[in-house]
């Protein structure tokens, strides 16, 4: 094979590699499934990204063309073509096969199915539900110990002591550890109910002294994390109040009949963890 035809099939190569990350990253965009894989606020930034990919692609396509012509750009800045099969198949092969594996493998949402393949941290719930058969008051537990025995309606689960990390107990008899109205805590009262011990806290302890005004705490997706960091980090202050979420079942067989875990997949610093809360 002759330089200018070598040069000319690895600008087409190229030019093939960055259409299919480009024809990708439009077709997760139009099937709506881009939200499987970045977090919303990322996903401007790759949308953009396609746009320069197909630019690029172009731009390669030309350089391979004009190669092929036997006029191939020579700007002599760039790493001259490799002639070994194997080096440029291991190159390629890099960049062909997350493409391929997006293409041939359907884009799900991670379920309560991978939750019960891969299971959960329910460490503090288990001590949580040891200690409830022993007959432990929850009124008189410690921060980690097992949720308020609080009535939680059908539609709107009510957060317990361990509820962001637990699942809870929901008993149809009423609760004696009810939270005095948002409307009689002063300011005051508020703070130290919500003082934080470090500088990294201080803003679940806003976010905590605004939740606890409210009647019915509503966890919207776009701060999902911060609203259910902020009432596990305070989660004392919460016993009794009504929270309103979206997620998946999940159970473990060591849970009685009142006993489920309401579970959600968050991305947090690049690895998909579970914050749970329970009803």
Request: charged fraction near 15%; aromatic fraction near 10%; proline fraction near 6%.
């Amino acid at each position: 094979m002759s330089a200018t035809r070598l040069i000319s099939f690895h600008h087409f190569f190229r030019t093939l590699i960055l259409l299919g990350f480009s024809s990708y990253i439009v077709n997760l965009t139009k099937t709506d499934a881009l939200q499987y894989y970045i977090a919303p606020r990322m996903m401007i930034y790759v949308k953009v990204a396609a746009v320069i990919l197909y630019i690029i692609a172009c731009f390669q396509g030309y350089m391979a063309l004009r190669a092929y012509w036997g006029r191939p750009v020579a700007c002599e800045c760039e790493q001259p073509a490799s002639r070994s099969p194997l080096r440029n198949t291991i190159a390629y092969g890099l960049l062909l096969l997350p493409l391929l594996i997006g293409f041939l493998l359907p884009d799900t949402a991670l379920s309560s199915a991978m939750a019960a393949t891969k299971g959960m941290n329910l460490s503090a719930a288990k001590s949580s539900i040891a200690k409830q058969s022993t007959g432990a008051a929850a009124e008189n537990s410690a921060p980690s110990s097992a949720p308020a025995t609080n009535p939680i309606p059908t539609t709107t689960p009510s957060v317990g002591s361990n509820a962001l990390t637990s699942p809870s107990p929901a008993p149809a008899s009423s609760s004696s550890a009810v939270p005095a109205p948002a409307a009689a805590v002063t300011d005051v009262e508020l703070q130290k109910l919500f003082h934080a011990d470090n500088e990294w806290d201080e803003d679940f302890s806003k976010i905590g002294m605004i939740l606890y005004k409210k009647d019915t705490i509503v966890v919207k997706p776009e701060i999902y994390m911060e609203i259910l960091s902020s009432i596990d980090l305070f989660k004392n202050n919460f016993i009794g109040k009504k929270i309103e979420l979206t997620g998946f079942v999940y159970r473990e067989d060591n849970m009685t009949k009142n006993q489920f875990v309401v579970g959600r997949f968050a991305v947090s610093c690049c690895s998909a963890t579970l914050p749970l809360t329970a009803s």
